[in-house]
């Protein structure tokens, strides 16, 4: 697998201008054909606080969000609503969560281009078809997220564990929160195994949060099956089924998992925790992952 750095000499391709969803992640394309240029935006002034009929300028800027197209093998898949940073992992992980690549090995080539904008990846003969032709379903994500699936994959195996272990992770994934502390209104998420925090991300959507777990997870050559995730977000059915792709057996939110992802995580056997805290958490479903 080759990698072009970001601000590589390629010509980038020109696409159609889109407003993300109010919370981040993956826009479907449609008129491919039709391109617009890149629209670009000035970084704002950071807010001013009104209190007590009083205005006073703050210094805290809010999370950058920008929009990086997705195109696989000459074609335009997607747009991600995400957070600007390591986009190139972010790729790969939607393609490996939405079953078109399985490792780095499915991949010929990876660029970035037009500052940062564009991604572009030739994948190699052992990848699946790429589904443009495919049903695109709307998420609960933003409004405009989107995914090829919501089939889920049955986990077996993978580790056990106290739920005071989940309490103890979910307050190391949050004391890493930079992006949280510096800005406000990002997701965090991360991978744990036996050992603890694997792999740890932070994106504005919590869905795009799955996808760089996976992408990071390829890109260092970390297992995932039969580990656990944890995120600040809710857990939605897409994101269950991402989980269940990457072979994950325990998922746990800072806040609920829906009813559907509920389900979903039943036919999976995958143990689903929500509203963990340092003392308490909500057990929605355990396949007998948890030992209680």
């Known amino acids: 697998m080759t990698t072009v750095p970001p601000g590589a000499q390629t010509e980038a391709p020109q696409r159609r201008d889109r407003a993300p969803g109010p919370e981040g992640g993956v826009s479907p394309t449609e ?43 000459g074609e335009e898949l997607a747009t991600v609503a995400c ?16 079953d078109i690549i ?23 003969k052992t990848a699946r078809r790429v589904p443009h032709d495919r049903k695109r379903i709307l ?14 994959v049955p986990v077996g195996g993978g580790m056990t564990l106290r739920p005071e272990q989940l309490m103890e992770w979910m307050e190391t994934l949050l004391d ?9 209104g990002t997701h965090t998420a991360g991978l744990f195994g036996p050992g603890g925090l694997e792999i740890y991300v932070e994106d ?18 970390i297992p995932t099956a039969g580990k656990a995730i944890l995120t600040s977000g809710r857990i939605s ?30 036919e999976a056997k995958i143990a689903v925790c929500g509203y ?15 030992l209680t």
């Open 204 to 221: 504005i959507g919590r869905h795009n949060t799955i996808d760089r777990i996976a992408g990071e997870a390829i890109l260092a050559d």
């Open 276 to 290: 963990v805290r340092r003392d308490q958490l909500r057990i929605y479903h355990d396949p007998g992952r948890l």
């Open 31 to 73: 008129g491919r054909n039709e391109t617009a240029p890149v629209r670009r935006t000035a970084r704002p002034d950071p807010p001013k606080l009104y209190r007590a009929g009083q205005l006073t300028q703050l210094d805290k800027m809010p999370p950058p969000e920008r929009a990086i197209t997705l195109i696989v093998d």
């Open 237 to 266: 059915s897409e994101m269950l089924v991402k989980s269940s792709r990457l072979g994950v057996g325990i998922t746990a939110s800072r806040t609920s998992p829906t009813e559907l992802a509920v389900s979903l995580a039943q």
């Open 139 to 152: 998420t609960s994500g933003c409004g405009r997220g989107v995914t090829f699936s919501l089939d889920v």
């Open 83 to 98: 957070s600007p940073h390591r986009v190139l992992a972010l790729a790969l992980g939607f393609l490996r969560v939405e």
């Open 102 to 124: 399985q490792t780095a090995d499915d991949v010929e080539l990876m660029e970035v281009c037009d500052e940062e904008t564009v991604v572009k990846i030739r994948l190699a």
């Open 176 to 184: 890493r929160a930079e992006g949280y502390k510096e800005h406000g």
